[in-house]
């Protein structure tokens, strides 16, 4: 059910995410952690390695990964191959005609143009323009060549997100947490789906470093009280001495006094005892809920709750919040960054068909992975999605201060990574329009920040054959015979940006990557 169009959850939907509320203390899983005192004694410091990390002055960075399931393909985008470019084997290549292939002014990238009927079997049109969005993002935008080492999509995803276990197997977003995380209620959340949603492998992390995973962002929130939203519920008070009560009688029985040394025991306990009380004096049921007070259909205040502050503007912002997945996740990333409750978030497009949308379909069937049917209007569709939303983030980052004696934003401290599963093959037939693609290594990867060496490529395309080559990751410089795999150097490229420390990891040298 569109809120959009009518404004309303059906009560039953509404009494049943209410009932979230009550459920709190035993499905939040490794979110409870609670808030972290700073790492500075000589056993917290064990734990990360024999070293303090840099912590910039107290001052957080923040990572959005966008999961590009299915496999974006970069010649459909930024590094789009004109046919007057590659020569005698433009009509049975991935080329477009030379005029939906626009230039943009002072830059290296290009963006595309498609006007299709249908999207494959659907019969819904496409019509996208990429040149709005270069246009007004291209400063802060990096493109990265990238070979990979995997076409199946899981694995392929994970390691975008590991650099093919760079660092110990942890992921980009661990890192970030370890780096910037101590202090926050929820360090790492993570909205995607499949590889995207998995956790590293480096079991030495502190537990607060993995992700939180999240599937409903609409939804979720309401579970982030173990009291509010029950009605006739017991007074503060009394729930903190039941708890208490709960607690002792748990530490004396047979279970508690034989387990009691148990990890999995120690953190439950930890969870529930420390972490949860944490979690709602900060009121995050009230500061990340999206969904408006609209009885009797969703009668917030009838039960003791309330809309965002900034529950309003993200609702214009992302109209089909609670129905298209990726909206609500935009949003719910949008208020984790703010309320300093995460530094790293991560959202994306799922295989499942969304409708919705202005004519009727909102995500298609295997998201960009539809290019196994039709490459090019699929194409043109998801980076349309994936681009639209990434916009509407960045303004939302723009508009909020991060410091106002500094007069940052919280967007001049942000990193988005469009993570991509891999490419696409390049071969179709004679002149085709309407073609199918498979997977292939080869491609390329889009980022955007002020803190990256904006309107960059790094690397570079062959119009001959419309593949990538590589890039020298500490000067930049292009490689036309590098065609190896690089997923370190990306994630390498990343973590400098972003300021996190790497000393003693072994990652390449990424200086190309950050802005001078």
């Not at 499949?194 to 030495?204: F, I, K, L, M, P």
């Not at 503007?313 to 703010?338: H, M, N, W, Y």
Request: charged share 20%; hydrophobic share 40%; glycine share 10%.
């Amino acid at each position: 059910m569109s809120l959009r169009n009518n404004g309303r959850l059906s009560r039953r939907e509404m009494l049943k995410a209410l009932s979230l509320c009550a459920a709190g203390s035993t499905t939040l899983g490794s979110l409870l952690t609670g808030c972290r005192d700073s790492l500075t004694g000589p056993e917290q410091l064990e734990k990360l390695g024999g070293k303090r990390m840099a912590r910039l002055d107290g001052k957080p960075r923040f990572l959005i990964v966008v999961g590009a399931t299915g496999g974006a393909s970069i010649v459909d985008s930024l590094l789009a191959v004109r046919a007057s470019d590659a020569g005698a084997n433009a009509s049975k290549l991935n080329t477009f005609e030379d005029a939906q292939v626009l230039d943009v002014t002072g830059s290296p990238f290009r963006a595309v143009k498609v006007d299709s009927k249908k999207l494959g079997s659907i019969p819904i049109p496409v019509k996208t323009d990429q040149l709005p969005f270069v246009k007004k993002h291209k400063d802060s935008m990096l493109v990265a060549t990238t070979v990979g080492t995997s076409v199946n999509h899981t694995i392929a995803q994970k390691r975008s997100l590991t650099g093919n276990a760079a660092w110990r197997g942890r992921t980009l977003q661990e890192c970030v947490a370890l780096q910037y995380g101590t202090g926050c209620p929820i360090p790492n959340v993570n909205m995607a789906t499949g590889g995207y949603s998995e956790r590293g492998t480096d079991d030495s992390l502190p537990t607060h470093c993995y992700g939180e995973v999240v599937t409903h962002p609409s939804l979720w929130p309401l579970g982030l009280d173990g009291a509010r939203g029950l009605k006739d519920a017991p007074p503060r008070d009394v729930l903190a001495l039941a708890r208490k009560t709960r607690d002792t009688l748990d530490s004396r029985s047979v279970f508690g006094q034989t387990f009691d040394n148990a990890r999995v025991l120690q953190r439950w306990n930890e969870q529930r005892i420390v972490g949860q009380p944490a979690l709602e004096v900060q009121e995050l049921i009230t500061r990340l809920n999206i969904l408006p007070n609209a009885p009797p259909q969703i009668p917030l205040t009838e039960y003791g709750l309330a809309s965002s502050p900034d529950g309003a503007r993200l609702r214009s912002v992302f109209p089909e919040f609670f129905t298209d997945p990726i909206q609500g996740q935009a949003a719910l990333a949008f208020l984790l960054l703010k309320y300093r409750v995460s530094v790293s978030v991560t959202l994306g497009p799922s295989f499942n068909v969304v409708v919705g949308g202005e004519d009727g379909i909102a995500n298609p069937p295997l998201a960009f992975d539809i290019s196994h049917n039709d490459h090019r209007a699929g194409q043109a569709f998801m980076w349309a999605r994936v681009m639209g939303v990434v916009d509407k983030l960045i303004d939302l980052l723009k508009s909020e201060p991060f410091d106002a004696a500094t007069g940052e934003s919280m967007w001049d401290r942000t990193l988005i990574y469009v993570a991509t599963d891999f490419g696409r093959t390049r071969p179709r037939s004679a002149n085709a329009t309407e073609f199918g693609s498979g997977h292939d290594l080869n491609n390329g990867v889009l980022m955007l920040s002020p803190m990256l060496r904006g309107n960059t490529v790094l690397g570079g395309v062959d119009p001959l054959t419309t593949l990538t080559y590589g890039f020298d990751p500490r000067t930049g410089a292009p490689q036309s015979g590098k065609v190896t795999s690089n997923e370190p150097d990306i994630f390498s490229g990343i973590l400098t940006a972003m300021g996190v420390d790497t000393s003693g990891s072994g990652l390449p040298d990424a200086s190309a990557f950050v802005r001078t």
